[in-house]
């Protein structure tokens, strides 16, 4: 098989570049690991910045997202038992979030690849780059135990955290910087209405929790808890008690229980690659870099990488041009560390450390204290959160 671009991977990332490619008239083919419906039942992401929603609407995939999704103009921060609402809209001029799940953002945009021809293959098995660093890339796997050979111009790895095309980059050519957090995020979902109509970022003394929702019919929740701490250990009444305790009282008494739809732990780390590019292979989203999920901006960032390698690649073809293309790396970064300076910052703000001690405490309080009496700090918060601009 040939084309011009191999995409590895069919998450959020890998689907948007290509149906943004496929509507410009460039060749790809996405290569998966595991099946469609694997892929479509992983519960993940569910806050849109209105710059990732652009590019669905860009991709043709964005209508169920306009239709469907619930737009949020503000968050609330609760500590010391009562809750403070953030102004995002007032704050940054007008801009908003768009509550969708990832998995319905992945739905659709596979929606549109299946009605545009795009090829993509699944269940695909020891996916390969190969020869990137020379002038004819290729990838090879295996499916359905027959060995397969695609030679393209470039390779896009966007593969994930645990994907193939990082690691296949020599050790000597890659740089990289981590930061593993002391704890995970238990989350539910539950086809119960939610708490309130915005998210609720809470910070207790018993550890963080938060209130989301994927409708106005369906809450996702989280509650902070140890890193090693089992699923199996967590019955839905136990994830409810320990909720209702982190939040403020009137909330609490506001909770609607239900049975879980899905229940699972995820380990926050903040993890950066650099460069994302290796001459004809380039990485995005999390194949690049991994923030903790505390400022919603981990599928938000797999978009911006999106928006910058598409224009370049979209240079090359149409203008000849290489500019885009050798700037990809560089600009991706750039915004890459201020949205990993941000989630840091509002996981160091909003969780319990077990090496914080009493000293930690007060400068945490102080630092809430401070924000809700500064609009300057406020805005911070708000224009961090809705989404720097591309
Ligand atoms: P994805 O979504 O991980 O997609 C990568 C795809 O590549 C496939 N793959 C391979 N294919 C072929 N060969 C190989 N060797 C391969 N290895 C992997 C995988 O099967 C997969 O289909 O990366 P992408 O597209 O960059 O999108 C990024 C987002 O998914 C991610 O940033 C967010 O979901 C992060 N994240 C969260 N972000 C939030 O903002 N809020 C959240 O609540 C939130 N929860 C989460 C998360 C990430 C999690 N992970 C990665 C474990 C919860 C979890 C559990
Ligand atoms: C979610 O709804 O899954 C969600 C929302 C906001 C976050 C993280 C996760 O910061």
């Not at 801009?95 to 929606?111: A, F, N, P, S």
């Not at 963080?208 to 009444?237: G, H, I, K, N």
Request: glycine fraction near 10%; hydrophobic fraction near 40%.
């Amino acid at each position: 098989m040939r084309t011009k671009i191999a995409i590895i991977g069919s998450g959020p990332a890998g689907l948007l570049l290509g149906q943004l490619l496929t509507n410009a008239g460039i060749d790809n083919v996405i290569v998966e690991r595991a099946s469609k419906e694997h892929v479509l039942s992983r519960i993940r992401a569910g806050v849109l910045e209105e710059g990732m929603a652009g590019l669905l609407d860009e991709a043709g995939a964005g209508d169920r997202m306009r239709a469907e999704g619930l737009p949020h103009e503000g968050i609330d921060l609760a500590f010391d038992n009562r809750r403070h609402r953030v102004d995002l809209f007032g704050l940054t001029g007008g801009k908003r979030v768009i509550v969708y799940g990832q998995t319905e953002v992945t739905r659709d945009l596979m929606d549109k690849r299946a009605a545009t021809g795009g090829v993509s293959i699944y269940q695909a098995a020891n996916v390969l780059p190969h020869d990137f660093n020379r002038d004819r890339p290729y990838l090879t796997f295996e499916k359905d135990g027959r060995e397969m050979r695609i030679d393209c111009d470039f390779i896009a790895g966007c593969d994930g955290y645990h994907g193939i095309a990082r690691k296949s980059v020599p050790e000597d050519a890659i740089e990289t910087f981590e930061r593993i957090y002391p704890f995970g995020w238990l989350g539910i979902i539950a086809d119960v209405p939610p708490v309130n109509h915005e998210l609720i970022y809470a910070n207790h003394e018993r550890g963080f929790a938060l209130c989301s929702m994927r409708s106005t019919t369906r809450s996702r929740y989280y509650v902070q808890v140890e890193a090693d701490e089992r699923v199996e250990d967590w019955p839905d009444q136990r994830f409810w008690d320990e909720l209702r305790r982190r939040l403020p009282q009137g909330t609490a008494e506001a909770v609607i229980a239900g049975p879980s739809l899905e229940k699972s732990i995820a380990p926050l780390r903040s993890f950066v690659a650099e460069p994302m590019r290796f001459g004809r292979l380039f990485l995005a989203g999390d194949a690049a870099h991994i923030v903790p999920p505390t400022g919603a901006k981990g599928l938000n960032l797999a978009a911006s990488d999106v928006r910058y390698l598409f224009d370049g690649i979209r240079e090359y073809y149409l203008e000849k041009s290489t500019a885009g293309i050798d700037d990809y790396s560089q600009k991706a970064l750039s915004r890459v560390w201020k949205a990993e300076r941000f989630s840091w910052w509002m996981t160091n703000t909003m969780h319990r450390f077990p090496e914080q001690g009493p000293f930690g405490q007060k400068i945490q309080h102080a630092e809430l204290d401070y924000l809700f009496h500064s609009q300057a700090a406020l805005t911070v918060l708000a224009e961090n959160y809705v989404g720097l601009p591309y």
